[in-house]
């Protein structure tokens, strides 16, 4: 008789992602295993835009909000990177 092997459903392959949304663009800032992990970050980058409101407001950055959902590893872009805290470089929304 062969042994039994359980097979795990679709979950190694869904993680948790944090979005940065500025307007309509919506990118994926950073991925996480748990939704915990998820969370903390986006509260960390909710708490550097805060910190930053005057000097984004002064430079005339659009003020980026965060969100946390689920996403499979297939639906990220192919050469993604992390977005920096506030969500730009060199000026513009990356």
Not at 38 to 55: G, I, K, P
């Amino acid at each position: 008789m062969r042994d039994l092997v359980s097979v795990r459903g679709g979950d190694e392959d869904t993680l948790w992602a944090v979005y940065a949304t500025v307007g309509r663009t919506h990118r994926v800032a950073e991925i996480f295993r748990s939704r915990a992990a998820a969370l903390a970050d986006r509260e960390w980058r909710t708490q550097q835009v805060s910190a930053y409101a005057d000097f984004l407001a002064r430079t005339k950055q659009p003020l980026p909000h965060y969100s946390v959902a689920p996403i499979r590893r297939s639906d990220l872009p192919r050469k993604w990177t992390p977005l920096p805290a506030l969500g730009f470089l060199r000026g513009q929304f990356v």
